[in-house]
């Protein structure tokens, strides 16, 4: 079973404060997917980054993918309220008898207070 | 629209009852894939299908049963369950066949007494 360490679990900010959070494993992925999820709903996808060294933005969101695609980060610049919700980050695992596999990390709560 | 619907949303049952949970996408994807969410564990896989007929075993497969007949649909089935079996259960699609960029149903939280 591959594992993704994720951290940290809870992060709690001001809005206007920057953050990151983390994604790493000793196994290599095929992708690395990150989702939000907000209380009572599913997942939803954010970005997915699948080349080593990937870097992706979404507004105030910049997602990296390491060089080696073991390890993933994501980091909100001048966080804001409607931030606050569980963020997820989920590796696909690279072929062999794992093809078709998503382990997911344990999550981190954020909670940007106004 | 396109979505994952499952049904039930809650379910609260007694050990030992058979259940089954069903799942249906309407965008025609590939992968289907179910998953349980706990607390401090976050979501494990328990099932995937990467097409009709095609299913196979995710993290955490015991005491859960899948079928996958046709591509829109994709049933967990709990034979007898168990008080660990509670929790809260996502199915997820994508247009596959690989585990990516999934999109998720709204849950069916699960209680067995």
């Known amino acids: 079973t591959q594992l993704l360490e994720q951290s940290p679990q809870f992060l709690s900010i001001q809005e206007g404060e920057n953050l990151t959070v983390y994604c790493n494993s000793s196994?290599?992925?095929?992708?690395l997917q990150w989702y939000r999820q907000e209380p009572g709903e599913g997942p939803v996808l954010l970005v997915t980054?699948?080349?080593?060294?990937e870097v992706k933005k979404l507004k105030r969101l910049t997602f990296q993918f390491g060089d080696a695609r073991k390890d993933s980060s994501l980091h909100i610049t001048a966080a804001q309220p409607g931030d606050t919700g569980l963020y997820l980050c989920a590796g696909e695992n690279a072929g062999g008898t794992s093809y078709g596999k998503l382990t997911f990390g344990q999550g981190t709560i954020l909670t940007v207070h106004p | 629209e396109a979505q994952v619907t499952q049904n039930p949303r809650y379910l609260i049952t007694v050990t030992g009852k058979k259940l089954t949970v069903t799942c249906s996408q309407n965008?025609?994807?590939?992968?289907m894939s179910w998953y349980r969410q706990d607390p401090g564990l976050g979501l494990r896989q328990i099932y995937y299908s990467m097409n009709v007929e095609v299913t196979d075993k995710g993290d955490v497969p015991e005491g859960y049963k899948v079928s996958r007949k046709e591509k829109r649909n994709f049933p967990l089935i709990l034979e007898s369950p168990s008080p660990n079996q509670t929790s809260l259960y996502f199915c997820?699609?994508?247009?596959?066949?690989?585990?990516?960029?999934?999109?998720f149903g709204p849950g069916t939280r699960l209680t067995v007494t």
């Open positions: 980054v699948v080349t080593g060294g």
């Open positions: 997820a699609s994508s247009p596959g066949p690989r585990a990516f960029e999934q999109y």
């Open positions: 965008m025609n994807h590939e992968y």
């Open positions: 196994s290599v992925f095929s992708s």
